[in-house]
């Protein structure tokens, strides 16, 4: 509780305090404390309206302010400060049309997802657990805080959620709240794909991958999720790295164009990555030669090596073997060829046409395989060479 952000939130909480009202910190960093885990964010809530915290401090940013948060930036770190509230219908499985705020905890409280995220804790240390969230994760069960069929008619995401704490907890779902998620599974088709994306992508970087996924599989959420998720494919997965996960699930598909990243909005950066790697991984299966090595970045050989291991067991070739092997290579990149285009027109004094790209391909493969060196005049030779060969 020592890290920037605790302080921040303990001396937001203070002002608040010092100003007649509630103010504690809640959700995940409350549960994460008591897992002894890192929180990345220190969320406050408190019975002080969004314009009362805003005239407590002198820097405050409206991130929400609709929703009763405001994020405060008088200290070290910045905190969000969101007032106690509860909210009203959800008409689109998402966020509710309006919200009402409450000048008490145990109202805010009872709206949120599930009992280990349903605790509160004061500026004195004292735990507020309303809901049994501390013996839930003391039994390592993910349990929906009061009627799980009305926390997922409220906000469909809260299912998928459920899948990602049991990959990042390696945590149960608890039985009514399993059954509650079967029976709405085909609501997160209302869920925004940029939402559902966000979840896979911490569901890939879990500690229990395969966890998630055999909750994936069990709460027949899969069934409505683009693609294929087998759980017993995952045994062996394991990253810190999101990117690598939605390549598997490519592999795992089939899917050797990546379309599934089209489907779940992944970045122009993410496709070009994964693209990479599928098809490193295909050439693996005939063996990498020195133009796989030039072709591809070092990352992307490691992780298609890796889904080589993962799906069929022990490489020919080993990690390190790999990092030696494009090291190894004469040149690392295309500028670093010896010669252009404009010297291949000069020496043949041929007009540029498609000859060309194919003549400069020709050479760098060359060079890739040490059949010329990467030099100005040993170059010129072997060009004049193959066209005499050529007729």
């Not at 309303?130 to 929906?144: E, N, P, S, T, V």
Request: aromatic share 10%; net charge negative; proline share 2%.
């Amino acid at each position: 509780m020592n890290t920037k952000n605790w302080q921040a939130a303990m001396q937001v909480i203070e002002k608040i305090e010092q100003a007649g009202f509630e103010a504690v910190v809640v959700g995940g960093a409350v549960r994460d404390l008591y897992l002894q885990k890192a929180s990345h964010d220190v969320d406050v809530a408190t019975s002080a309206l969004p314009t009362e915290v805003k005239a407590l401090f002198s820097t405050t940013i409206d991130v929400g302010i609709e929703h009763g948060t405001v994020l405060v930036t008088d200290m070290v770190e910045p905190i969000e400060v969101t007032t106690y509230r509860t909210d009203g219908t959800y008409v689109d499985h998402r966020r509710p049309d309006a919200v009402q705020f409450v000048r008490t905890l145990k109202d805010d409280l009872q709206r949120r997802d599930f009992t280990m995220n349903a605790m509160a804790l004061t500026r004195t240390n004292e735990l507020i657990d309303l809901y049994g969230g501390k013996a839930d994760i003391d039994a390592k069960m993910i349990r929906a805080v009061g009627d799980p069929v009305l926390r997922f008619q409220e906000d469909a995401l809260r299912m998928l959620r459920a899948v990602r704490f049991s990959a990042q907890l390696g945590f149960a779902i608890e039985e009514a709240t399993m059954m509650a998620i079967k029976q709405h599974a085909a609501t997160i088709q209302y869920v925004a794909m940029e939402r559902i994306h966000a979840e896979l992508s911490k569901i890939w970087t879990g500690k229990y991958v395969a966890i998630g996924l055999a909750s994936l599989e069990q709460s027949e959420l899969a069934s409505f999720l683009p693609g294929q998720f087998k759980a017993s494919q995952w045994a062996d997965f394991q990253t810190e790295d999101r990117i690598v996960g939605w390549a598997y699930l490519c592999v795992l598909n089939a899917d050797f164009d990546a379309q599934l990243l089209t489907v779940y909005k992944c970045s122009n950066k993410d496709k070009a990555f994964v693209k990479q790697v599928l098809q490193a991984y295909k050439a693996l299966e005939a063996g990498w030669q020195p133009v796989h090595y030039f072709r591809y970045e070092l990352y992307a050989l490691q992780t298609a090596y890796r889904f080589a291991q993962w799906q069929q067991g022990e490489q020919t070739v080993s990690f390190e073997e790999i990092e030696q092997n494009k090291l190894a290579l004469p040149i690392q990149q295309t500028s670093e060829l010896a010669v252009s285009g404009h010297d291949f027109m000069q020496w043949t004094s041929k007009k540029r046409g498609p000859w060309l790209k194919q003549v400069l391909n020709d050479a760098l493969q060359a060079v890739l395989n040490g059949e010329v060196a990467n030099d100005p005049q040993q170059l010129k030779e072997w060009l004049i060479n193959a066209f005499n060969d050529e007729g």
